[in-house]
């Protein structure tokens, strides 16, 4: 074999190992990508997952609201009818 033969040999792999070099890399920033994409996928499932907890205890928030506010009501009716009962009381 000659020196040139050899030469473009040499050449040849140093071509094919930057190839192979430039493959890896995009291979790597692929990888990247898909995972940052990944990330992504787990925190819209986590936010979708908590918003379907909100919603899902929504109604016995506005139930147990409704029976509080009726609840006081009925109290400030309690005390109403028992000063007016004390009233009529003291009156008559």
Known sequence: ???????EQLTRIDSALAEHR??????????VERRR???EIDRNAA?????RQEIKYQPW??????????????????????AGGAFLKAMG
């Open 47 to 51: 936010e979708r997952d908590r918003r």
């Open 37 to 39: 994409i990944d990330a």
């Open 1 to 7: 074999m000659s020196d040139l033969d050899l030469r």
């Open 61 to 82: 928030i506005a139930i147990i609201g409704g029976v509080t506010a009726a609840a006081a009501l009925m109290a400030a009716g309690a005390g109403i009818f028992a």
């Open 22 to 31: 430039r493959i890896d890399a995009e291979i790597e920033n692929r990888l």
